[in-house]
């Protein structure tokens, strides 16, 4: 037997946004006594209440922000929104992956929106 699967659809979300859904989920849940939750999703909970800093529209704004600098792309402006890099060093890792590198009045221009969220 062979079981396909495919992505139908993809949307990055920060981690304060999952665990706003991911708490829906569990709520959900918790209506039905008999319906435990998964391990994986037990997992996500606890990493999402563990990491999400933010509030979701907070998180939302700040990706917002970080998108209207044009020194960086959509995805790379999710992570710095979960991770809230707090100096050059850090920042400097979450681009450690890109094919490009910031000056450091780029770096500092990103630091200094984020240092207005966090």
């Not at 039905?32 to 529209?57: G, K, M, Q, S, W």
Request: aromatic fraction near 6%.
């Amino acid at each position: 037997m062979t079981i396909f699967k495919e992505t139908v659809d993809e949307e990055f979300v920060t981690v304060s946004e999952a665990k706003e859904l991911l708490a829906a989920i569990e709520d959900e849940r918790a209506l039905d006594e008999d319906r435990e939750l998964r391990y994986e999703l037990a997992r996500a909970i606890e990493h999402t209440n563990r990491f999400a800093v933010l509030d979701p529209d907070e998180s939302v704004e700040l990706l917002e922000d970080l998108v209207a600098l044009e020194t960086i792309d959509e995805e790379v402006a999710f992570k710095i929104a979960d991770l809230l890099p707090q100096s050059r060093t850090e920042l400097r890792a979450v681009f450690a992956q890109e094919r490009y590198a910031l000056s450091g009045d780029e770096l500092d221009d990103i630091l200094d929106v984020v240092a207005k969220y966090a």
